[in-house]
């Protein structure tokens, strides 16, 4: 009579069944863990040179207050901008580019002031001299 929760190897060699389950969720575990593909570092550094030079051709956006990195597709764009219409620019860009699959919206918008009117008054007396 074999019990539901041994399986048999053989004449008299025994190995439970909860054995093989965790071999099952060890082998599992083992194919799910994936390790970073060589080939996709050199296509997120291409996509990450794209996205860039895609920002610095568009004349309306400060690409040098934005940085671009990419992981697995996904761009990531951190910085400063001084609008929100910048920052849909940046995205609308990066998104054009073949290959991003996703867009992660790390941008801030810092308003840039005109200077105050006794700064402008004080540089003119000085301009004056």
Request: hydrophobic residues 45%; neutral net charge.
């Amino acid at each position: 009579m074999v019990t539901p929760c041994i399986r048999y190897l053989g004449a008299k060699k025994r190995i439970p069944s909860h054995f093989w389950s965790l071999l099952l969720i060890a082998a599992l575990s083992c194919c799910a863990t994936s390790q970073k593909n060589p080939a996709r570092g050199d296509f997120d550094e291409a996509l990450q040179a794209a996205v860039e030079e895609a920002l610095a051709a568009d004349g309306q956006l400060d690409d040098a207050a934005i940085a671009v990195t990419v992981v697995d597709g996904i761009v990531d764009l951190s910085g400063t901008v001084g609008s929100t219409d910048q920052v849909r620019r940046a995205l609308r860009r990066a998104g054009e580019i073949d290959g991003v699959r996703g867009i992660v919206n790390r941008l801030r918008v810092i308003a840039r002031q005109a200077p105050s009117r006794w700064l402008s008054e004080a540089l003119q007396v000085l301009d004056d001299q």
